[in-house]
């Protein structure tokens, strides 16, 4: 009986990480897909449209606003649409949320903003993984941060979340380590192994 749990157990831990990436990827592609579908009928004639050219037709419109976006015209109508959003209420909350959490992931690792680093609690004797995200609080009602402290996001494992503190300064180690990989090492629980051309 124990080898039956033993073989089973293998089997299972070996076929949930592949089933939950294929789940995972399908779903990606099938909403990107559904996405584009009607937007697409509208345009093509009746009948030639194929399953496929939805994820198609989505990359393809991704790569030409990568493009445009290098014009100063379209960048300039760009912030103005963004200074519109940043206006009303809610979607100024959901819109600033995402634009920085991307933030992350773009632009130079090597920016001062965003970087990586350890965060030393001398007290319980242990170093936590997290992106300093901002230095300046002038914004914030008084007190609510002390001086001398900064803002380092801390990621959850496993989950999309995790925690903003302010500690000293003091208390912070700069990583010399890409965005990606540090989210990487910290949403896996450090299981993953990272290679070293990462």
Do not use: H
């Amino acid at each position: 009986m124990k080898f039956i749990s033993k073989v089973f157990l293998t089997g299972l831990f070996t076929a949930l990480p592949v089933l939950a990436t294929i789940y995972l990827l399908v779903w990606l592609f099938t909403t990107a897909e559904s996405f584009m579908v009607s937007p697409l009928q509208m345009i093509l004639p009746e009948g030639t449209y194929v399953a496929g050219m939805g994820l198609a037709a989505g990359c393809a419109a991704v790569f030409v606003i990568g493009i445009l976006m290098r014009a100063y015209v379209i960048r300039s109508i760009f912030n103005l649409t963004e200074r519109f959003f940043l206006k009303v209420p809610l979607i100024k909350t959901i819109y600033s949320a995402l634009k920085e959490f991307f933030g992350l992931f773009a632009g130079d690792d090597k920016g001062e903003n965003f970087q990586v680093v350890m965060v030393d609690m001398p007290n319980l004797d242990v170093r936590l993984l997290g992106f300093l995200t901002r230095e300046e609080f002038s914004d914030l009602p008084p007190g609510m941060v002390p001086d001398g402290r900064v803002a380092v996001y801390l990621p959850m494992s496993y989950q999309i979340g995790g925690y903003t503190i302010f500690v000293p300064r003091s208390q912070l180690t700069p990583i010399d380590m890409p965005r990606e990989q540090a989210m990487r090492l910290a949403v896996t629980a450090g299981i993953q192994q990272s290679k070293k051309n990462d």
